[in-house]
């Protein structure tokens, strides 16, 4: 590939709002005639009503089944044989991020088109051409990518609202990170996931999404305790979901991605969410790049007034040795990782020192005390 060309992936078709559910048959008629819908329990329960009136009103068969828990080769297997049996040409996911990444192995699997329902809004999966694929006892096998993003993602904030807080909030920590990145990434001219250099596009649209989350981050996090639809929870949901998937994977990745893959060694800090733990490592990375002052107070001040973790005790890791730590740091750093997607040169010992200062001024926030 020539040095200079820049490469932009999207879902096909984005569609969020109130009741949306209710107009998904008109979108999934476009792609095929019969659908195999795979989610947990609670994913499939909360789009039933709504799928199955829209399905019946636009000739559309389901076949629903209910997803294994872990995104893994045998699961794979299993739903793309029952997705062959029913002759379906159409995979929808409903649910979280494991029934997501299924449905989009599996669609590529069958060669059938890919529809995306999530009824949380944890992370920027839904819109992403990516799928990891875990072994039977949750441990990575391998990444998977499908060889083009999802026909259809669609997105009923009614039933984003009804879902758990900390769910929106992890997904605010995972779309904090989109600008920072990618801006860290654009200004080494590394390239993205998509393998090419951002668009201009790419990068208004993670910069959007930084700053819808500074304005509307603590009114959407109100409104979803209190299971309200409101017009920050509307932008919110849209950042977490639609700007940061394609402002990452169009626009790049580097420090705070690459410092979860270590932190995912560290037992303590397994059942924290993704997005949570990449709330906290943003921090990291601002404090390993020296960002202005100002930018640093302000998103210490935004993970703190949220929920998202500011210091190593949030996530349970305060008390790890520093040989662990450092372990951590050095799967982080390993050769090729995206951490070196910066523009300055990256040691272990700069990112040990950066996670150690990001702790102690998250300590000082905690405490009442400047930061800068």
Same mark, same amino acid.
């Given at each position: 590939? @020539?040095? &200079?060309? #820049?490469?932009? %992936?999207?879902?096909?078709?984005?569609?969020?709002?109130?009741? /949306?559910?209710?107009?998904?048959?008109?979108?999934?008629?476009?792609?095929?005639?019969?659908?195999?819908?795979?989610?947990?329990?609670?994913?499939?329960?909360?789009?039933? $009503?709504?799928? $199955? =009136?829209? +399905?019946?009103? &636009?000739?559309?068969?389901?076949?629903?089944?209910?997803f294994g828990g872990e995104c893994s080769s045998a699961e794979i297997e299993r739903l793309s044989n029952l997705a062959r049996e029913k002759e379906c040409d159409?995979?929808?996911?409903?649910?979280?991020? =494991?029934?997501?990444?299924?449905?989009?192995?599996? @669609?590529?699997?069958?060669?059938?088109?890919?529809?995306?329902?999530?009824?949380?809004?944890?992370?920027?999966?839904?819109?992403?051409?990516? *799928?990891?694929?875990?072994?039977?006892?949750?441990?990575?096998?391998?990444?998977?990518?499908?060889?083009?993003?999802?026909?259809?993602?669609?997105?009923?904030?009614?039933?984003?609202?009804? /879902?758990?807080?900390?769910?929106?909030?992890?997904?605010?920590?995972?779309?904090?990170?989109?600008?920072?990145?990618?801006?860290?990434?654009?200004? *080494?001219?590394?390239?993205?996931?998509?393998?090419?250099?951002?668009? !201009?596009?790419?990068?208004?649209?993670?910069?959007?999404?930084?700053?819808?989350?500074?304005?509307?981050?603590?009114?959407?996090?109100?409104?979803?305790?209190?299971?309200?639809?409101?017009?920050?929870?509307?932008?919110?949901?849209?950042?977490?979901?639609?700007?940061?998937?394609?402002?990452?994977? *169009?626009?790049? %990745? @580097? @420090?705070?991605? !690459?410092?979860?893959?270590?932190?995912?060694?560290?037992?303590?800090?397994?059942?924290?969410?993704?997005?949570?733990?990449?709330?906290?490592? /943003?921090?990291?990375?601002?404090?390993?790049?020296?960002?202005?002052?100002?930018?640093?107070?302000?998103?210490?001040? +935004?993970?703190?007034?949220?929920?998202?973790?500011?210091?190593?005790?949030?996530?349970?890791?305060?008390?790890?040795?520093?040989?662990?730590?450092?372990?951590?740091?050095?799967?982080?750093? #390993?050769?090729?990782?995206?951490?070196?997607?910066?523009? +300055?040169?990256?040691?272990?010992?700069?990112? +040990?020192? /950066?996670?150690?200062?990001?702790?102690?001024?998250?300590?000082?926030?905690?405490?009442?005390?400047?930061?800068?």
């Open positions: 590939m @020539a040095g &200079n060309v #820049k490469v932009m %992936v999207a879902p096909g078709r984005y569609v969020q709002g109130q009741g /949306a559910i209710f107009e998904i048959g008109r979108h999934v008629k476009k792609l095929g005639k019969k659908a195999l819908v795979i989610g947990g329990k609670t994913g499939l329960a909360s789009t039933r $009503e709504g799928r $199955e =009136k829209s +399905f019946a009103e &636009n000739g559309i068969s389901q076949v629903e089944e209910l159409v995979i929808v996911a409903s649910g979280g991020g =494991k029934a997501i990444d299924t449905a989009k192995a599996v @669609a590529a699997a069958v060669n059938a088109r890919t529809v995306i329902v999530p009824t949380i809004a944890s992370s920027d999966a839904p819109c992403s051409a990516m *799928s990891v694929i875990y072994k039977d006892d949750g441990t990575i096998e391998r990444f998977f990518i499908p060889p083009t993003n999802p026909d259809l993602v669609l997105v009923d904030t009614e039933i984003i609202a009804k /879902a758990p807080v900390r769910m929106l909030v992890a997904g605010m920590g995972d779309a904090l990170a989109t600008w920072l990145e990618a801006d860290a990434a654009c200004q *080494s001219g590394a390239r993205n996931p998509a393998r090419g250099l951002p668009t !201009s596009a790419a990068m208004a649209l993670a910069r959007l999404c930084f700053d819808i989350l500074m304005e509307y981050g603590l009114q959407a996090k109100i409104a979803n305790e209190r299971q309200a639809v409101t017009t920050a929870l509307e932008k919110v949901v849209e950042a977490n979901i639609l700007l940061s998937g394609i402002g990452f994977e *169009s626009g790049g %990745v @580097a @420090a705070a991605h !690459s410092l979860q893959d270590g932190l995912n060694m560290l037992e303590e800090c397994h059942d924290f969410y993704h997005g949570e733990k990449i709330g906290f490592l /943003a921090l990291v990375q601002m404090v390993l790049e020296g960002r202005p002052k100002e930018l640093i107070q302000q998103v210490y001040e +935004f993970n703190y007034k949220v929920g998202l973790p500011i210091t190593l005790a949030d996530l349970h890791i305060d008390n790890i040795s520093e040989e662990r730590l450092r372990e951590a740091v050095a799967v982080s750093c #390993k050769p090729k990782a995206i951490i070196y997607n910066h523009a +300055f040169p990256i040691t272990e010992e700069l990112v +040990f020192d /950066a996670i150690l200062t990001a702790d102690e001024m998250g300590k000082r926030i905690k405490a009442g005390q400047p930061i800068v």
